[in-house]
């Protein structure tokens, strides 16, 4: 039986399921593409960028250097975010999502054709840093307008069940670009990885843009951003109006999910380069436990979805956040026992964990911001939290390092970031717009 239910508050059209799943896994197909670009980035920044594009003597100065432009395409997030989050409050949300595609997938393919530091010198991280900047700009825009348009599409009392689905575009990113880089090592020697193979899976992004622009060209304009453009309700000044009206919003917004992307990040981009370059284990291993995760985080997103809806976002926010917490020191004390099954079983714990307040953060986050700056509020808030994170891996770099290389100081700062996020989850239902039957 087709379920329907009011959109929310002020606006007429009723939604049925049916087309609110397809609205979502139209974003997820999405959001996968964007997580599958920036994650390749990532592993590519642990595993490859340090050593062809950052020529030093010393390791962790090298790794450091990678990371720092890992962190560089982030913080370009958040002028993105107002960029495009000023188009789809103003043209649409549809529009500007295919827009975003584009950019992320173009720029991906464009990585995969540079030329390393042997070959032309400092020209190489110079363009290296501008392609990333780039990318940063478009996914800017891409997952705050792939959720806006899926909580605006789905039945409200249902929206956490929804909102959860594009946030599953994560772990298939992470597998997609995981699992190629696995591949390549599995299939080609060391040399031939760091020479030309790991070219392979940035060149991938070609096609798989050609099948999100296909499926995302399906989707219909968001029915709460029509109504806005029939009642000439549409906001003039998106950025203004947000920072004057929703400023402590976006401060909770951000902090809500800080722990999704940086203690991701935290547990795949550092963990990777710590368990190869500290704790000398293979590149496969490494890659096998993050796919594994990966795997593991789908059903759990799916499951804090569905607590949402239950309990309320912000609740699973805020204990979600708690047990994350709980779980990290035993977590990384499992990631350096040095047998394999421990260490994949410790990062798939961590993210597992960290996974319940991912699954919950879009419902949350849209539910800040009202609709006619919905757009622009969410990139503000979830942007900021992604260009604060891109520094996570390089200050895990840099205080492991401190410790002598011990790896006290990386379980401390998911601890933190783990507590950081479930304080919000407690503030956020203070903050949120106020629709009738939805939990906050």
Known sequence: MTHTGTLEAGATRQISDKEATKVAVGALIGTAMEWYDFFLFSAAAALVFNVQFFA????TAAAMAAFATFGV????????????????????????LMVTIVGIGVITGLIGLLPTYAAIGIAAPILLVLLRIM?????????SGAMTIVVENAPLHRRARYA????????????????GFFLMTVFFSQESFDA?????????????????????????????????MEKGETEKAPIRTTLRE???????????????IGGFYLVTAFVVWYGVNVLDYERSLMLAGG????????????LGGRLGERFGSSKVITYGGIFSAV?????????????????????????????????????????????????TGVGFAQNTAGMISGFIPLAATALVAAASNHWWPAAAMLIFLSLFTAVAGVIAPRLSVELPGFKH
Do not use: C
């Open 73 to 96: 395409g982030l913080v370009a997030r958040p002028l993105g975010g107002m960029i495009f989050g000023v188009m789809g409050d103003k043209i649409g949300r549809r529009k500007t």
């Open 291 to 302: 796919i594994i995760a990966a795997v593991v985080e789908i059903p759990v997103l799916i």
């Open 246 to 260: 929703s400023w402590k919003q976006i401060i909770i917004g951000m902090a809500a999910g800080m722990l999704g």
């Open 56 to 59: 030093s003597q010393n390791a």
């Open 135 to 143: 990318q940063g700009l478009f996914v800017g825009g891409e997952w």
């Open 196 to 228: 030309w193979g790991w070219r392979i899976p940035f060149l991938a992004a070609i096609p798989m843009l050609l099948v999100a622009l296909y499926i995302r060209s399906r989707l219909d304009e968001s029915p709460v951003f029509k109504e806005l």
């Open 327 to 375: 779980i990290a020191w035993p977590a990384f004390l499992l990631i350096e026992s040095g047998n394999d099954v421990l260490v994949i079983t410790g990062m798939t714990l961590a993210v597992a964990a960290l996974s319940l307040p991912y699954a919950a953060s879009g419902t949350v986050l849209t539910g800040l911001f009202p609709a006619k700056t919905r757009y």
């Open 164 to 179: 959860a689905l594009p946030q599953i575009g994560s772990p298939i990113g992470t597998i997609l670009s995981s699992g």
